[in-house]
T-cell receptor
Framework: GQQVMQIPQYQHVQEGEDFTTYCNSSTTLSNIQWYKQRPGGHPVFLIQ?????EVKKQKRLTFQFGEAKKNSSLHITATQTTDVGTYFC????????????FGKGTKLSVKP | EAQVTQNPRYLITVTGKKLTVTCSQNMNHEYMSWYRQDPGLGLRQIYYSMNVEVTDKGDVPEGYKVSRKEKRNFPLILESPSPNQTSLYFC??????????????FGPGTRLTVT
C-alpha cells in the first residue's frame, strides 16, 4: 500500500537553531497537509500544499512541496521552546479524496 | 464552539470486555476517521467514513468495528479487546468538498489500557 517516509524520527536542537523535517513518497501526491501535536495534545492542522513547487510561510515556519510532488519539507527558523512537539506530514491517499495517510512524525525537542 | 468530542478520555478495561468509544462532531462534516497512535508508529488509520452509512477499512481494522448511523456520530467498537489494542485513540472529522481536501479536526484522544 501507499507509504510515506518522514525523517528524522527525532530531532534535538538548541533554542535558536533551525530545524527541518522531510516527507517522502514513492508515488506522486495530489496534495499534502502538515500537522503539529504538542506533548499530551491532539494533532492540529498547520497547512496544506497543493501545487508543484509550492512554498508557504507561517512566521518562522516554511513549507515546501517538491517539483515532482513526491516530497515535502517543513523548516523552522530559530526554534523556540514553543515549537516543541511532533510534526506530521499527511498526504491525501491516492484515489481516496479527503482521506489522509500520516507519516510517523518527527518529534522535536528544544533545549533552552 | 466547533469541536470533536470523544468519550471516555481514559479507560482501563480487561481482555474480552466489549467497549465503545464515542465520537461526535458539531461541524456537519461528511468525513470522519479513527486513528490509533503508538510510540514510533505515528497515526495509523483504523476505519473511516465518507458519509452516513458509508464506512471503510483503514490500515489496521482488525479487532474493531464502527458505524455511521448519523452524520455527527462515529463510535468505535471493540467487541473483544486484547492487550495489543492498548493505545491512544483519536477521532477526526473534516468536510469533503470538491477537488481539494480540507483539514482534519481531531478530538482530544482516548487513552485505552487493556489488561
Amino acid at each position: 500500500g501507499q507509504q510515506v517516509m518522514q525523517i528524522p524520527q527525532y530531532q534535538h536542537v538548541q533554542e535558536g537553531e533551525d530545524f527541518t523535517t522531510y516527507c517522502n513518497s514513492s508515488t506522486t501526491l495530489s496534495n499534502i497537509q502538515w500537522y503539529k501535536q504538542r506533548p499530551g495534545g491532539h494533532p492540529v492542522f498547520l497547512i496544506q500544499l497543493v501545487k508543484s513547487g509550492e512554498v508557504k510561510k507561517q512566521k518562522r515556519l516554511t513549507f515546501q512541496f517538491g517539483e515532482a510532488k513526491k516530497n515535502s519539507s517543513l523548516h523552522i527558523t530559530a526554534t523556540q521552546t514553543t515549537d516543541v512537539g511532533t510534526y506530521f506530514c499527511a498526504p491525501e491517499r491516492g484515489g481516496s479524496q479527503g482521506n489522509l495517510i500520516f507519516g510517523k512524525g518527527t518529534k522535536l525537542s528544544v533545549k533552552p | 464552539e466547533a469541536q470533536v468530542t470523544q468519550n471516555p478520555r481514559y479507560l482501563i478495561t480487561v481482555t474480552g470486555k466489549k467497549l465503545t468509544v464515542t465520537c461526535s462532531q458539531n461541524m456537519n462534516h461528511e468525513y470522519m476517521s479513527w486513528y490509533r497512535q503508538d510510540p514510533g508508529l505515528g497515526l495509523r488509520q483504523i476505519y473511516y467514513s465518507m458519509n452516513v452509512e458509508v464506512t471503510d477499512k483503514g490500515d489496521v481494522p482488525e479487532g474493531y468495528k464502527v458505524s455511521r448511523k448519523e452524520k455527527r456520530n462515529f463510535p468505535l467498537i471493540l467487541e473483544s479487546p486484547s492487550p495489543n489494542q492498548t493505545s491512544l485513540y483519536f477521532c477526526a472529522s473534516s468536510p469533503l468538498a470538491g477537488v481539494v481536501g480540507y483539514e482534519q479536526y481531531f478530538g482530544p484522544g482516548t487513552r485505552l489500557t487493556v489488561t
